[in-house]
């Protein structure tokens, strides 16, 4: 069994930063690609960003420019750096992460972190 545990959100201004964690843990022989998504009421879940194991990286449009996402060196943790955070950024955003235990790749979800951006 695989957990996702994401760490970070909260409440920022607007233009303000707030720095996302996930770590991965459980039966993992590798992590291939891993991202973060958001949600907010009424709407479908949205890629925010994405990124492989060789660090290459997929941005949605609204935080092109904005936001930087990493991996740590031991692959099994993923970081969000969110800057310059705008009224619309406000969701919860969930780790996901492509895991690979045996013969067998799983598709894992974290249990989402709020992220709030008000004055």
């Known amino acids: 069994q695989v957990q996702l545990v994401e760490s970070g959100g909260g409440l920022a201004q607007p233009g303000g930063s707030l720095r996302l964690s996930c770590v991965a843990s459980?039966?993992?022989?590798?992590?291939?690609?891993m991202g973060w998504y958001r949600q907010v009421p009424g709407k479908r879940r949205e890629l925010v960003a994405a990124?492989?194991?060789?660090?290459?990286?997929h941005y949605g449009t609204p935080v092109s420019g904005r936001f930087i996402i990493s991996r740590g060196d031991a692959k099994s943790t993923v970081f969000l750096q969110m800057n310059k955070l705008e009224f619309g950024d406000t969701g919860v955003y969930y780790c996901?992460?492509?895991?690979?235990?045996?013969?067998?790749?799983?598709?894992?979800w974290g249990q989402g972190t709020q992220v709030t951006v008000s004055t």
């Open positions: 459980g039966d993992i022989d590798n992590i291939n690609a």
């Open positions: 990124i492989t194991f060789l660090n290459n990286t």
């Open positions: 996901n992460a492509d895991v690979q235990s045996g013969l067998v790749l799983t598709d894992c």
